[in-house]
């Protein structure tokens, strides 16, 4: 089970929203693996809500219920407004990755949900994945709730590793 997004999507939200719930779900959890193999198999363990999913081709990769928050392109521009003042670097470049995820997020097959539609969809957003009604007083409790990473880094060994297994995978899978 994976719900992904562009980053500020409301993923570290969702994690805890969904554990609280009773089904445990890591954020990031795709940072921490080095090969498909151990990401996939981390995920028979937890669901995990990311920001990366578009980086593995999730469509070649990955066979498990997704659930993808889209962004209009308001939230495209908070989204790249955010990740260069966190990160760094050239705007453009930062945009045009920015732009890449979100591109690539629209083709992942799955539940797709508008942004402006998570407080609303969070419901049907956890039977899909859980296949779980949602706990009402706890959804209502998280409701309104800002809740958000600090400080938050990818291991960039890792993430290098995993790229090129990808590449790796869909050559023999």
């Known amino acids: 089970m994976i719900l992904t997004g562009l980053p500020r999507s409301r993923t570290k939200w969702f994690s805890e ?12 959890m795709i940072s921490e693996c080095s090969t498909v193999n151990e990401y996939k198999s981390k995920l028979s363990e937890s669901g995990d809500c990311n920001t990366g999913l578009c980086l593995i081709d ?8 997704v659930v993808v928050i ?6 495209i521009v908070s989204c790249i407004n955010w ?9 453009a470049e930062v ?28 419901g049907d957003i956890y039977k899909y994945l859980t296949g779980l009604t949602i706990d009402k007083c706890i959804l209502q409790a ?8 600090k400080n938050f880094t990818f291991d960039k060994k890792k993430t290098r ?4 297994d990808v590449q790796r995978y869909k050559t023999t899978h």
């Not at 929203?17 to 779900?25: D, M, S």
């Not at 966190?86 to 705007?91: E, M």
């Open 83 to 91: 990740a260069h003042k966190t990160y760094g670097g050239d705007i």
């Open 161 to 164: 590793l995993l790229l090129d």
């Open 17 to 28: 929203l969904f554990t609280a719930c009773g089904v445990k779900f890591k954020h990031e």
């Open 142 to 149: 998280y409701n309104g709730m800002k809740i958000e990473t």
């Open 95 to 122: 945009g045009r990755h920015v732009r890449a995820m979100a591109e690539i997020n629209r083709d992942i097959k799955g539940m797709h949900v508008s942004f402006n539609d998570i407080d609303c969809r969070a």
């Open 58 to 65: 999730p469509n070649a990769t990955i066979d498990c219920k």
């Open 70 to 75: 889209d962004s209009d392109e308001k939230r």
